[in-house]
């Protein structure tokens, strides 16, 4: 299989602005921000001392948890516009900034495909859904969502953005359970999805203390998942970071528990665009399907 670059160039709010000397520059809305980013192993366009951040983030020990540096006040939360959805980002204690600009290739995959779909609200499942950016897109383009997170806190700021988005009364269920267990669950009580995206992490525990790690969680997920596609079931889409995992292995994984399933299967990696230079930023690989 030749590995298919999703590009995530369909931005007007945001743009990668330098990467390199494994730091990256970016633009969320009108602030700016420097964050570690191992993969820029190359040099910046312009040397990182003299980038000019809002705000800078400092790791510990190479830990993702860590501390922003401000040179300007910059607000709690803000307006972040994707197309017609409108979104919020924020500055977390885990250098991440409330949204993943790299996911639009997959709102914009899963859009296109429900935007054209006959079915009449078609339900897709979120699975470790954070920030909700997925969850608004897809029910912006018409679809019953169920969103899942283990982390309560984090469905909280996705419902803070479902009200800004003007989806206050989209149908959205936001649940909050560890993923494996909810879709073991919905599997035995016969429920059935059209479209699925699951952003699995490293490791992690759920609302219960379920602990969860890739290497072992990741088989028996996909084939729950799998088990949960409607008979006319339409995508699934599947992204991993941060992980000595080839996408070789993901897509070989998911076409193993997609089964005699039709359709056809893509994996490879998802990458930012530099902007001024067209400079590639790897930041995840990904499979998926569709019907």
Known sequence: MKPAILKADDWEDYALLDCGDQMKLERFGPWSFARPEPQALWAPSTPVERWRADATFSGRDGEEMGRW?????????????????????????????????????????ARTILNKTRIKEPEVLNLFG???????????????????????????????????????????RWICDDALTFVEREVRRGRRYHGIILDPPKHGRGPDGQLWTLETGLKPLLAACTA????????????????????????RSLTEALGERGGAVEAGEMALVEQGTERLLPTAIFARWRA
């Open 228 to 251: 949960l596609l409607a008979d006319d079931a339409l995508f699934l889409a599947a992204t991993v970071y941060a992980v000595r995992l080839s996408f070789l292995a993901l897509e």
């Open 69 to 109: 540096s401000f040179n300007r006040t910059v607000p709690p939360s803000w307006p972040i516009r994707w197309g017609e959805t409108r979104l919020l980002a924020r500055c977390t204690p885990f250098r991440h900034m409330g949204l993943f600009p790299e996911q639009s290739v997959h709102w914009r995959w």
């Open 130 to 172: 954070y920030t909700g950016a997925a969850s608004l897109v897809c029910a912006q383009a018409g679809a019953k969502v169920t969103h899942v997170d283990a982390s309560k806190k984090a469905i909280g700021f996705a419902r803070e953005s479902q009200g800004h988005a003007g989806l206050a009364d989209a149908p959205i």
